[in-house]
């Protein structure tokens, strides 16, 4: 039972270079979500998606792109990184709304550093 | 705009005693949802428990249950019988029911439970 799996777990980037961070959830799960979580903060959401084909920015979505060919898939893309998206990301998912269930399932997290 | 805060960044227990971790939130919503989630030494983020504003009883899940004061929007998570599997961040969570898919997160506190 894989649940939410993301890769990679852990990443360097040099300021500028651009990457995917990769998540997919075997859960069947409409809803879909990225969020990253700096030291010594809460989460905040980057973007999320309610199905495929549709995506919806969250609170922090600058300099991060998203797709969501398929309903397992959502992978994050970083262009021009810089420092400021040093952090650890978080991909989830959740069957409906949080609003309907409140849970979301958690991926273990990639950490990313830019230098 | 909602806002979570954990004023306790750290606390530690002893092996089957009683810890209470707080939580207060601000919002001029009147309903809405609030939860408790776990983050492990891996990583992966679990939800612990969740309440609905609208429903006057305190949940319980097990170990874990909360004490709500919607007055006080005040929402504390208590731990019985700590466990050593019971270390881990803990995070508070907000949900409006505007049908934002927004999640806000505290900042979390770091509890350890000590043999």
């Known amino acids: 039972n894989a649940g939410v799996t993301q890769t990679p777990k852990f990443r360097i980037l040099k300021i500028g270079q651009s990457m995917t961070l990769q998540c997919t959830q075997d859960m069947n799960h409409n809803y879909m979500y990225w969020y990253r979580q700096d030291p010594g903060m809460g989460l905040k959401l980057i973007y999320y998606s309610v199905g495929a084909g549709i995506t919806d920015k969250g609170e922090v979505p600058n300099g991060y792109n998203v797709s969501r060919s398929t309903t397992e898939d959502f992978p994050l893309r970083l262009e021009l990184a810089a420092p400021s998206q040093t952090s650890v990301y978080f991909c989830?998912?959740?069957?409906?709304?949080?609003?309907?269930?409140?849970?979301?399932?958690f991926g273990e997290g990639s950490r990313l550093t830019v230098l | 705009a909602q806002t979570v805060t954990q004023s306790q960044p750290e606390m530690s227990v002893q092996e089957a005693e009683t810890v209470t971790l707080s939580c207060t939130y601000d919002t001029s919503e009147n309903n809405y949802y609030l939860f408790w989630y776990k983050q492990p030494p891996s990583r992966q983020m679990i939800l612990v428990i969740r309440?609905?504003?609208?429903?006057?009883q305190n949940a319980t899940e097990n170990r874990f249950s909360v004490n709500f004061q919607k007055a006080a929007k005040s929402f504390s998570l208590k731990i019985s019988d700590s466990q050593l599997g019971d270390t881990a961040m803990y995070f508070c969570?907000?949900?409006?029911?505007?049908?934002?898919?927004?999640?806000?997160f505290g900042k979390g506190m770091k509890l350890t439970v000590n043999p």
């Open positions: 309440q609905e504003a609208y429903k006057q």
């Open positions: 969570a907000f949900q409006g029911q505007g049908g934002s898919e927004k999640l806000v």
């Open positions: 989830a998912s959740s069957p409906s709304g949080v609003s309907d269930t409140g849970e979301l399932f």
